[in-house]
């Protein structure tokens, strides 16, 4: 089994910065994708970013330029760093894992409020 534990969510500002964190524990392959999606209220989860563990990465297009993922093989984890954040931003974000198969964190609340 492989399990996640998020951190990193929170209250924020718009225009202000947060950066979101996920350790992956347990039977963990070398060749994996993390990443990230989110779900706002009464929207559909939607693709934020994901990471190969080659260091490829993908991001939808709402937030290109703004939003950053990154990955350290050594420590397991994946990172989000979220810039010029906005009030479309908020949504409970989930962190996943994938090789042949796919798991999913608990999820952390992002809300992006003045």
């Known amino acids: 089994q492989v399990h996640l534990m998020e951190s990193g969510g929170g209250l924020v500002q718009p225009g202000g910065s947060l950066r979101l964190s996920c350790t992956a524990s347990?039977?963990?392959?070398?060749?994996?994708?993390m990443g990230w999606y989110r779900q706002a209220p009464e929207k559909e989860r939607e693709l934020v970013a994901l990471i190969g563990s080659g260091g490829m990465t993908n991001y939808v297009e709402s937030v290109k330029g703004r939003f950053t993922i990154s990955r350290d093989n050594a420590k397991n984890t994946v990172y989000l760093q979220m810039n010029s954040l906005k009030p479309e931003d908020t949504a409970i974000y989930y962190c996943?894992?994938?090789?042949?198969?796919?798991?999913w964190g608990q999820g952390t609340l992002v809300t992006v409020s003045s």
């Open positions: 347990g039977s963990i392959r070398s060749i994996n994708t």
């Open positions: 996943t894992y994938r090789d042949y198969r796919t798991v």
